[in-house]
């Protein structure tokens, strides 16, 4: 874009962050009682749940806790010890504001009114420490699933919990299919239907990544393809081993997640459109069962390429994945239209139709299609 006397418009760049303490003198602010109850009240105030919030009188019918109010809600005795925890809070996780900078600037001028906010970072650990990420390891007995394993295809599947980890596996054939983390308050608050959280949760995480976005920073994410190494097994059962995988790497905090292709596409519009065109949602299905209608074939080794396949009846979606991730084509194919065969045929059929339209692909060449076979198995 140029403005009309051909000179680019400014761009303005970020402010430089602004490092406002050492991590060790951070944390060591941390390292106290009564520090911790002083974060717990102004994450109270600050979600309006505080033990006045339904009887604020005028003095304290404001934004943001002032000195005394706080001192009122500590056990410490007197307000010089008060004091001196509360300045140390003041920079990584709390900040004064004055009456000129609050909201509700007018409720008086007697320099009584100056109050304390929870800065970003001390909202952040007042939430973790909250919802137990620091404190609490929780564990939870083998929970049935309702899919079939799809492996061995029988009713065997169950998640359990072991120290905020949840593995999904198969009681017949003892195979592991997923292990992945879940915080504590998804295990505690979900109960018997956490393996439904689980899903969510990991779903929405991989759709952020998949747009670029780290979950747990969000900074941004590189996306490429690759061979599995022998240390990720965490999407992988190891019957795909020979299959590429999906992977994003967050270039600030260094999160890495790891799925198979298929799992990667799951919100790409083709698929949900195919699979709502055939009654069916795809958000429905859960991460460790995406369903046997899946395939994907290697296409070039270098830049690695993919096509990923997926059957629902008589019809076919192809994608095809470059080696950034990007879904470079995608082609629908029915058997109906495609082959003299009896429309009623299934399976083989409808693999075979996919495989015609390997003639439009834009991507790389082909040369391991056996790898299709045991996606499909
Ligand atoms: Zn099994
Ligand atoms: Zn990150």
Redesign the pocket.
Known sequence: MSTEDGEDPPVAAPEPSDRVSDPSDAFQALGNEVRMGILETMLEWTDGVGADAGERDSESDRAHPSFSMLFEASDVETSAGFAYHLDELVGPYLRKVSAESSADADADTDGTNEGYELTYAGEQIARAIATGTYTQRVDHPPVPLED???????D??TARASDNRVTVA??????RLLRLDLPPAGLESHGESFPAAFDRYHRHRLSLVRDGVCPACSGEVDARLVRPSPATDDLLPAEHAIHLQAEFTCSCCGTTLRSPVALSLLSHPAVVSFYYEHGQAVSERPLWNVGHEWAETVLSEDPLAVRVVVELEDDVLALYVDERLNVVETQRASVSETTEADAADEGDEAVETTETTEADETVGTHETDDAAETAAQ
């Open positions: 079939d394993c799809p492996f061995c295809e029988h065997a599947l198969c009681g017949h054939c003892e195979r």
